[in-house]
């Protein structure tokens, strides 16, 4: 076979580079020059998504890369093209010149050899690793612990060798880098060492409070140190006794203190040393002193000792310190240098379990059998001309993704992922009409009956016009709320086949909803789905392929991490003609302008929104929400010529439902509602999305409801009004989302703000979140870096049972809950 002319030039241009020792110079300008073209190219080839974004992902930062990782990222990178794309061996990129670092050396990718020649680099194996079972012993088999202190360790979560080995310090002091007392400042954050010069305890308010007073001295200046309730102390301190004293800095009567600050005794070597000292979380009865002993002792025992999880040759490719090094590090650091590759090592295998289990079950995916679902060019062009529009290039290749996954005669298992208005239903649809053609049932389940009664009604508009062998009474609807009768008949002819589509809710789960042949199942919003109702869902067919959409818009690392064991499509375009909403933050006084900009809309025929916010916790347990009380005001008072809906959590579901089917048929013009409305209506007709006590709302809520408007392609408008003034000058997700309309930024700002457990609950993701502790889930290269060492240690070892993956393969059980065999 001939490679395409697309690998020929990625393999050009990155063999120079490493014949140049990664210098960026291999094309002018740097090799992210070289994407301008190159992934037009590599589509045209025909190459697989992921790995032209793959490439992208990789040669855009490249410039920015030290030349140690250049080299890993490039070998990395190029290896996982070979693999892909079954090249020769001899493609292999050339080994990085002299100047480049040893570290880089190109491993022998084919060979899984464990016995492979110990680098010089490594340290002298000075005791041979311990089975990994003698980490589990309780951590009394260090001599200095007895029972009680095991037991106020326990409280820690210490139970073992291990977690005190595992138990990281949450912050440094570096003694030698302390500010002399002369320039601390105000507000400063800041650990302080000096010499006590003295010290009493004062009894204010009749004896209820007793006032610990310190004075510190350096060869700068003194510093007043006080405590509050804390006698006991002292009783520790002495005059002439060096310690060390963190806190914040603090005025009283225009003189600088500390107060309640935390402080240990130091001892002169500490001092002397110029060490890096770790600070750990504790417990009461335990002193810092004590921790620091105790962790020396067991680091010095036992570190070194620490079976490596990884095997060699990956823990090298990736450029990370051994284990025993990274354990000894992390507690007692030699530099702060040092520290990092401690701390950037051990979040790797964070980050490494968590990606493996990930991988793993994606290749468990790949190796079951499904049927394939082929179609050709000519079909698929004909389904297409009889769009009433022209799908977007996003849509195009989303549909391509699906097209060759049906096709591939394995289970397809693809996230698709496109902000609100991105148009996923036409590619869903027609993806069911792929499995349709072949003779095979498709189903397409949707959160809420009203989001599943839109999809039936565009189905039924879409496919019948572009696809003649499906007509309208081929598509089925069930719900909740359909009656009895023709439930009965809808779920006959599903038996029986003539139903090749059916849409629905949570009620296709039921068991008398039978297929005859079921072999795709779509999920639509798929976040508001449990792991278990997909898996049902799935199981009414046999291998079903999957496809799930969502509108949330993930940032990359955090889709690795979540959705790692999922293909993903992501569309990133609107559909021509799609007029941004503008947005516009009011002051609250300004509210008057957002009613005439209502009226003036309603005139020219269109609708509105007005969102409230549950006022308080506890008003979600009231009878009456705020949006019920505005609602009376806004009818009687600000709009009594028009026609004002009530939509609120407290109604029944069929009467939410039946006030948005009258709002979508226009028996009212403005509709006010609670959050209720967030998830995928599609009301075209709707311009204005007004939202009250704009600053309760999370960023990513604000711009699902500002989706709702601008569907129909007219200018749409998205007013915020937060409750004070304040907010509106001071409130950052409110001024984010009045600067873009991209929900991906906005997701990222969202991840930054609110951390990534919030955002996204990643316990749906199956995963003990506790365990990532060093590992930033925002990490994207080191992300990158676990998930591609991943990927190509599961396929040298697929089922990792080779003796020298037995401890990796132990800790990713641990790691992973029980029953995850679903996709998230
Ligand atoms: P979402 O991705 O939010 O589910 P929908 O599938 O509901 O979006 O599509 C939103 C609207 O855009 C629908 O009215 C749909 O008919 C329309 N639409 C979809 N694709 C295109 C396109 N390529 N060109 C124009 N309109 C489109
Ligand atoms: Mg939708």
Request: glycine content about 8%; overall charge positive; charged content about 25%.
């Given at each position: 076979?001939?490679?395409?002319?697309?690998?020929?030039?990625l393999y050009?241009?990155?063999?120079l580079?490493?014949?140049?020792?990664?210098?960026?110079?291999?094309?002018m300008?740097?090799l992210?020059?070289?994407?301008?073209?190159?992934?037009?190219?590599?589509?045209?080839?025909?190459?697989?998504?992921?790995?032209?974004?793959?490439?992208e992902?990789?040669l855009?930062d490249?410039?920015?890369?030290?030349?140690k990782?250049?080299?890993?990222?490039?070998?990395?990178?190029?290896?996982?093209?070979?693999?892909?794309?079954?090249?020769?061996e001899?493609?292999?990129?050339?080994?990085?010149?002299?100047?480049?670092?040893?570290?880089?050396?190109?491993?022998p990718?084919?060979s899984?050899?464990?016995?492979?020649?110990?680098p010089?680099?490594?340290?002298?194996a000075?005791?041979?690793?311990?089975?990994?079972?003698?980490?589990?012993?309780?951590?009394?088999?260090?001599?200095?612990?007895g029972?009680?202190?095991?037991?106020?360790?326990?409280?820690?979560?210490?139970?073992?060798?291990?977690?005190?080995?595992?138990?990281?310090?949450?912050?440094?002091?570096?003694?030698s880098?302390?500010?002399?007392?002369?320039?601390?400042?105000?507000?400063?954050?800041v650990?302080?060492?000096?010499?006590?010069?003295?010290?009493?305890?004062?009894?204010l308010?009749?004896?209820?409070?007793?006032?610990?007073?310190?004075?510190?001295?350096?060869?700068?200046?003194?510093?007043?140190?006080?405590?509050?309730n804390?006698?006991?102390?002292?009783?520790?301190?002495?005059?002439?006794?060096?310690?060390?004293?963190?806190?914040?800095?603090?005025?009283?009567?225009?003189?600088?203190v500390?107060?309640?600050?935390?402080?240990?005794?130091?001892?002169?070597?500490?001092?002397?040393?110029?060490?890096?000292?770790?600070?750990?979380?504790?417990?009461?009865?335990?002193?810092?002193?004590?921790?620091?002993?105790l962790?020396h002792?067991?680091?010095?025992q036992?570190?070194?000792?620490?079976?490596d999880?990884?095997?060699?040759?990956?823990?090298?490719?990736?450029?990370?310190?051994?284990?025993?090094?990274?354990?000894r590090?992390i507690?007692?650091?030699?530099?702060?240098?040092?520290?990092?590759?401690?701390?950037?090592?051990?979040?790797?295998?964070?980050?490494?379990?968590l990606?493996?289990?990930?991988v793993?079950?994606?290749?468990?995916?790949?190796?079951?059998?499904?049927?394939?679902?082929?179609?050709?060019?000519?079909?698929?062009?004909?389904?297409?001309?009889?769009?009433?529009?022209?799908?977007?290039?996003?849509?195009?290749?989303?549909?391509?993704?699906?097209?060759?996954?049906?096709?591939?005669?394995?289970?397809?298992?693809?996230?698709?992922q496109?902000?609100?208005?991105?148009?996923?239903?036409?590619?869903?649809?027609?993806?069911?009409?792929m499995?349709?053609?072949?003779?095979?049932?498709?189903?397409?389940?949707?959160?809420?009956?009203?989001?599943?009664?839109?999809?039936?009604?565009?189905?039924?508009?879409?496919?019948?016009?572009?696809?003649?062998?499906?007509?309208?009474?081929?598509?089925?609807?069930l719900?909740?709320?359909?009656?009895?009768?023709?439930?009965?008949?809808?779920?006959?002819?599903?038996?029986?086949?003539?139903?090749?589509?059916?849409?629905?809710t949570?009620?296709?789960?039921?068991d008398?909803?039978?297929?005859?042949?079921?072999?795709?199942?779509?999920?639509?919003?798929?976040?508001?789905?449990?792991?278990?109702?997909?898996?049902?869902?799935?199981?009414?067919?046999?291998?079903t392929?999957?496809?799930?959409?969502?509108?949330t818009?993930?940032?990359r690392?955090?889709?690795?991490?979540?959705?790692?064991?999922?293909?993903?499509?992501v569309?990133?375009?609107?559909?021509?003609?799609?007029?941004p909403?503008?947005?516009?933050?009011l002051?609250?006084?300004?509210?008057?302008?957002?009613?005439?900009l209502?009226?003036?809309?309603?005139?020219?025929?269109h609708?509105?929104?007005?969102?409230?916010?549950?006022?308080?916790?506890?008003?979600?347990?009231?009878?009456?929400?705020?949006?019920?009380?505005?609602?009376?005001?806004?009818?009687?008072?600000?709009f009594?010529?028009?026609?004002?809906?009530?939509?609120?959590?407290?109604?029944?579901?069929?009467?939410?439902?039946?006030?948005?089917a009258?709002?979508?048929?226009?028996?009212f013009?403005?509709?006010?509602?609670?959050a209720v409305?967030?998830?995928?209506?599609?009301?075209?007709?709707?311009?204005?999305?007004?939202?009250?006590?704009?600053?309760?709302?999370?960023?990513?809520?604000l711009?699902?409801?500002?989706?709702?408007?601008?569907?129909?392609?007219?200018?749409a408008?998205?007013l915020l009004?937060p409750e004070?003034?304040?907010?509106?000058?001071?409130?950052?997700?409110?001024?984010?989302?009045?600067?873009?309309?991209?929900?991906?930024?906005?997701?990222?700002?969202?991840?930054?703000?609110?951390?990534?457990?919030e955002?996204f609950g990643t316990?749906?993701?199956?995963?003990?979140?506790?365990r990532?502790?060093?590992?930033?889930?925002?990490?994207v290269?080191?992300?990158?870096?676990?998930?591609?060492?991943?990927?190509?240690l599961?396929?040298?070892?697929p089922?990792?049972?080779?003796?020298?993956?037995?401890l990796?393969?132990?800790?990713?059980?641990?790691?992973?809950?029980?029953?995850?065999?679903?996709?998230?």
């Open positions: 076979m001939k490679t395409q002319p697309s690998i020929e030039k050009k241009f990155l063999s580079e490493a014949q140049r020792g990664y210098d960026n110079g291999a094309v300008g740097g992210a020059r070289m994407l301008e073209n190159w992934a037009t190219e590599a589509r045209n080839d025909g190459l697989p998504e992921d790995l032209i974004g793959a490439v992902t990789r855009r490249y410039g920015r890369l030290t030349p990782s250049r080299a890993e990222v490039l070998q990395g990178l190029w290896q996982r093209v070979q693999r892909s794309l079954k090249l020769p001899r493609m292999a990129l050339p080994s990085p010149q002299p100047a480049a670092p040893a570290r880089t050396e190109p491993q990718a084919a899984p050899s464990p016995a492979a020649p110990r010089a680099s490594s340290p002298p000075a005791e041979p690793p311990l089975p990994p079972e003698a980490f589990q012993k309780p951590v009394t088999a260090v001599p200095t612990i029972p009680r202190r095991a037991s106020t360790l326990a409280r820690l979560g210490i139970h073992t060798l291990e977690d005190l080995l595992y138990h990281f310090p949450r912050r440094y002091d570096d003694y880098q302390c500010k002399p007392i002369r320039q601390l400042r105000y507000g400063e954050q650990t302080v060492v000096g010499t006590v010069e003295g010290v009493g305890v004062r009894k308010r009749g004896g209820k409070l007793q006032v610990t007073e310190a004075v510190i001295s350096d060869s700068s200046g003194k510093l007043r140190v006080t405590w509050f804390q006698p006991w102390i002292a009783d520790r301190l002495r005059r002439g006794m060096p310690v060390a004293l963190a806190g914040k800095i603090d005025q009283y009567l225009g003189r600088l500390l107060n309640n600050p935390e402080w240990e005794p130091l001892s002169k070597e500490q001092l002397s040393t110029k060490r890096i000292v770790p600070v750990y979380p504790l417990t009461a009865k335990i002193t810092q002193r004590w921790m620091r002993r962790l002792e067991v680091v010095a036992w570190a070194g000792r620490a079976p999880p990884l095997p060699t040759w990956l823990r090298e490719r990736a450029g990370l310190l051994p284990l025993p090094v990274a354990l590090q507690h007692f650091p030699d530099s702060w240098d040092d520290l990092r590759q401690a701390q950037r090592r051990l979040a790797f295998d964070e980050l490494f379990v990606q493996l289990g990930m793993r079950q994606r290749e468990a995916w790949r190796q079951r059998q499904a049927r394939p679902f082929p179609v050709e060019e000519p079909w698929l062009e004909a389904r297409l001309e009889g769009l009433p529009f022209a799908l977007t290039a996003a849509q195009r290749r989303a549909l391509e993704d699906i097209r060759r996954d049906l096709a591939s005669g394995r289970p397809m298992n693809r996230l698709l496109g902000d609100v208005g991105s148009g996923k239903t036409v590619v869903a649809a027609l993806a069911m009409a499995v349709t053609h072949h003779g095979a049932q498709a189903a397409l389940m949707a959160p809420t009956a009203l989001l599943a009664e839109q999809h039936y009604r565009s189905l039924q508009r879409l496919l019948p016009q572009t696809t003649p062998d499906i007509a309208p009474e081929h598509i089925g609807l719900t909740g709320s359909t009656p009895a009768a023709q439930r009965r008949t809808t779920l006959e002819g599903l038996a029986a086949g003539r139903i090749k589509i059916l849409v629905g949570h009620a296709l789960l039921e008398p909803v039978q297929f005859a042949d079921l072999q795709l199942a779509v999920i639509d919003e798929q976040h508001r789905f449990g792991v278990r109702q997909r898996a049902r869902l799935r199981a009414k067919g046999e291998q392929h999957i496809l799930v959409m969502t509108a818009p993930i940032p690392s955090l889709a690795l991490t979540i959705y790692g064991d999922l293909d993903i499509s569309m990133d375009e609107m559909p021509v003609g799609r007029k909403v503008l947005t516009y933050l002051m609250p006084r300004e509210r008057e302008r957002a009613y005439r209502i009226r003036r809309e309603v005139a020219a025929g609708q509105a929104f007005i969102i409230y916010p549950l006022i308080s916790e506890s008003e979600a347990l009231q009878t009456t929400p705020a949006a019920v009380e505005a609602h009376r005001r806004l009818q009687s008072e600000v009594p010529d028009l026609k004002v809906g009530l939509l609120h959590g407290k109604m029944k579901p069929d009467e939410k439902e039946a006030t948005m009258r709002f979508r048929d226009g028996e013009h403005v509709l006010v509602s609670t409305v967030e998830v995928g209506v599609d009301i075209p007709n709707a311009t204005v999305m007004l939202i009250e006590g704009a600053n309760r709302f999370g960023l990513a809520q711009h699902q409801f500002r989706g709702r408007v601008g569907r129909g392609g007219q200018q408008y998205c009004i004070t003034e304040n907010a509106a000058r001071e409130n950052e997700r409110l001024r984010a989302l009045v600067e873009t309309t991209d929900g991906f930024v906005l997701a990222e700002k969202d991840l930054q703000q609110r951390g990534p457990g955002f316990r749906q993701a199956g995963f003990d979140e506790a990532l502790r060093l590992a930033n889930l925002l990490d290269h080191l992300i990158e870096q676990a998930r591609n060492l991943s990927q190509e599961i396929a040298r070892d089922s990792l049972q080779a003796p020298e993956h037995r990796l393969k132990q800790r990713l059980a641990a790691f992973w809950r029980e029953g995850r065999g679903e996709i998230s």
